[in-house]
C-alpha cells in the first residue's frame, strides 16, 4: 500500500513537471504557436507564402502553407475565418479591392519627400501614399507590417526596339510626343492572376493625362500581355502598356524598352505582409521585416518565373533565396 500510494504521487509529480514546463515553453516565445501562411491562385503569391514562411519557421515557429485558396476575395475570407494567419499581398492591388475610389498612388517615401518639397495649390488635397490608404482600408481584424518597397509591380509602359531610341526613356518628358504614338493596351490576367484586367480609360488614360499631359488618342486594346508583345514585335504599335513589369512575360522582357514612370501615374504596388491581428508576435514581425527588408523586383520576377515557366518548386526557391540573404 505505502509503495503504491508512493507510485501515485511520483506520477502525480511527473505529470505536474511536464505540465509546468508545456506551460514555460508556450508562453516563452513563438515556437508553440503554429502559423499558416496562405497563397492564391497565382505563381507570385505561392512564392511569397513560402518565403514568409521559410523566414519564420528559421525565427523559431511552426509554420504550414496552403496554396490556391483562390482570388483575393478568397483569402480575404480564409484570413477573416483563422483558416490562415497571413498571406503575401501587393499593395495597390490591394487597396484597389478594399477601396475602389482611394486616390492614393505614391508609394509612402515619395509622398513624404512631395509633402515637404512642394506647396500644394489651394483647394488642392494632398494625394495620400499607398501604405496608410491600405492601412486605413483594412477590414476589422486585419493588418500589414513593412512593405518591401524594392518590388515595383506597377504596369509597364514600353517601347518596341526600333522605336525605343526616337522618344524619351521617361514618361515625365513624353507627353510632346503622346499625341503622335499608336500605343497597345494589354488587357487579362496573364502576368498576374490576382491582378484585376485593367480598364484602359480609368486605369491608363486618364492617370497618363493627370499626371504627366500625355494625351493618347491612337490606341488598340489587346486581351494579353503576350498580344500585345507580339502586336510590338510586328510593328502594329510603336508602344504598349503592359499589366505588370515587362520581366515578368513569358521569356522575359527581351527587345522590349520600358520607360520610367518617377510620378507614378501607375499606382504603387509592391509585396507587403497581410495577417490577422494578435497572430504574431512582435519577433514575427520582425521576421517578416527582415524579408521586407531585402527583397527586390528583380529578385521576385525571377523567382515567379522561375516557378510558373520551369515548374521548379516554390519551397526550394524560397529556400535558396532565404539562404542568399542569410535570413
Known sequence: MVLAASVRMSARAVVAVVAATLVVSCSDGDSEVAVTVGAGNSAQSELISEIYAGALARGGTHTATRARLGQRGDYLAALDAGT????????GDLLSALDSGSRARLPDKLAAAAATTTTPAPGAKPVPDVSD?????????????????????????????????????????????????????????????LRRSPDPRHDILDPLRTVYGCDITHYSVYPSDSELRKALRDGQVQAGVLTAPAVLLPGGAGELAPIADPDYAFRARSVLPLFRKGALSGRQIKQLNKVAGELTTDDLTELVRRLRDEHAAAA??????????DL
Open 316 to 325: 526550394d526557391l524560397a529556400r535558396t533565396w532565404l539562404d542568399s540573404h
Open 84 to 91: 490562415v494567419q497571413l498571406v503575401g499581398d501587393d499593395s
Open 133 to 193: 490608404a491600405v492601412s486605413r482600408a483594412l477590414p476589422e481584424g486585419l493588418a500589414v507590417s513593412d512593405i518591401a518597397d524594392g518590388t515595383d509591380l506597377r504596369p509597364a509602359f514600353v517601347f518596341s526596339p526600333e522605336h525605343a531610341q526616337r522618344f524619351p526613356d521617361s514618361l515625365a518628358e513624353l507627353a510632346p510626343y503622346c499625341g503622335e504614338l499608336t500605343v497597345g493596351i494589354a488587357t487579362g490576367s496573364e502576368l498576374d492572376p
